[in-house]
């Protein structure tokens, strides 16, 4: 799987969408690009994946750049419970059960 | 459905005992898969499966066993215990789409401590 390069925390206002980078540099063209939050201590949480267009559905949106090399994950209203910490995960298909977690990024939302 | 559900949530063990942490899902999930979490890191592969009677090693493997005699049921067994075992276990389960993408849901967690 293709290594990911996350800031380590970010700060966002309640109400103001949150913008989550992710490098990706070394993507193959067959590797999706997946997003999963883990908050507090709870076990992760899928949030959304895509391969080249950009996706939207009820939790999030996903930006991915022309090139693959990298892409953003839009909170588009953050709330206090969506502090937590986000995973940018890059695999192909058939892979589900062995997934490669980095160190994320940790999203704090304050009022 | 309840999902993942791990048993049990907390756990202290001594320095060599063994234990078996429980994990099953009710989804007809085929893929199912343990990760560590040790503070302030992400989740490491231990073990997973991709159906019932096939196991594979992950990132962590050493001082673990599984077996998967059931799709729902995947146990994970520690054989003696160690100090550098504790941390928070998560189980997950996943069914692969074929020409689509398939996820994975993660259980609550057992939190593992071992003296």
């Known amino acids: 799987d293709a290594k990911t390069t996350q800031p380590p925390s970010m700060d966002c206002a309640e109400g103001r969408a949150a913008n989550l980078p992710c490098n990706h540099s070394t993507i193959s063209g067959n590797e999706y690009v997946y997003w999963y939050r883990q908050i507090h201590s709870q076990g992760p949480q899928y949030i959304i994946h895509g391969l080249k267009n950009n996706e939207t559905n009820e939790m999030a949106s996903l930006i991915i750049t022309e090139d693959r090399k990298s892409s953003t994950l839009i909170l588009p209203h953050a709330t206090l419970r969506d502090t937590a910490v986000y995973y940018c995960?890059?695999?192909?298909?058939?892979?589900?059960?062995?997934?490669?977690f980095g160190t994320g990024t940790r999203l704090q939302v304050t009022l | 459905n309840a999902g993942v559900t791990q048993t049990p949530k907390f756990q202290v063990l001594k320095t060599g005992q063994s234990m078996t942490l429980q994990c099953a899902q009710d989804?007809?999930?085929?893929?199912m898969s343990w990760y560590r979490q040790d503070p302030g890191m992400g989740l490491r592969l231990i073990h997973y499966s991709v159906g019932a009677g096939i196991t594979d090693q992950g990132e962590v493997p050493n001082g673990y066993n599984v077996s998967r005699s059931t799709t729902e049921d995947f146990p994970l067994r520690l054989l003696s215990a160690a100090p550098s075992q504790t941390s928070v276990y998560f189980c997950?389960?996943?069914?692969?789409?074929?020409?689509?993408?398939?996820?994975?849901?993660f259980g609550p967690g057992t939190r593992l401590l071992v003296l």
């Open positions: 995960i890059v695999r192909v298909t058939g892979t589900a059960s062995k997934l490669t």
């Open positions: 989804m007809n999930h085929e893929y």
């Open positions: 997950a389960s996943s069914a692969p789409h074929r020409g689509r993408q398939e996820t994975q849901y």
